[in-house]
């Protein structure tokens, strides 16, 4: 059982930068492979980046690779989704979920969630 909770979120300017947090529960954290999703009103849950259980391999959703860098300390439990240049589209509700096996873009393949992190980007 994995426990997740995200923060860092709030309200930037176009053009400004956040770094979202996901602090995870659990001793088996460093085997999961993690990702980070986002849901905009009205419109589904969409994937972000996704980063490997040793940290080596990461993914990105093509509008956000170049300004989103995803990483993780498995010594403090935490992934991290640094946001860079970012835009009135980022805003979404972010949240960062695990899976036990594997990582990658699917969301119907990650089995834990956090309850999520308001971006707002204001223009």
């Known amino acids: 059982q994995v426990q997740l909770e995200e923060s860092g979120g709030g309200l930037v300017q176009a053009g400004g930068s956040l770094r979202l947090s996901c602090a995870a529960s659990?001793?088996?954290?460093?085997?999961?492979?993690m990702g980070w999703f986002r849901q905009a009103p009205g419109k589904e849950r969409e994937f972000v980046s996704a980063?490997?259980?040793?940290?080596?391999?990461?993914l990105y959703a093509p509008s956000v690779k170049g300004r989103f860098t995803i990483s993780r300390d498995n010594a403090k439990n935490t992934v991290y989704l640094q946001m860079n240049s970012l835009k009135p589209e980022d805003t979404a509700v972010y949240y960062c979920?695990?899976?036990?096996?594997?990582?990658?873009?699917?969301?119907?393949?990650?089995?834990?969630w956090g309850q999520g992190t308001q971006v707002t980007v204001s223009s």
């Open positions: 979920a695990a899976r036990p096996t594997g990582w990658g873009s699917s969301p119907a393949r990650y089995d834990y």
């Open positions: 659990g001793r088996t954290f460093s085997s999961y492979g």
């Open positions: 980063i490997s259980w040793s940290g080596d391999s990461t």
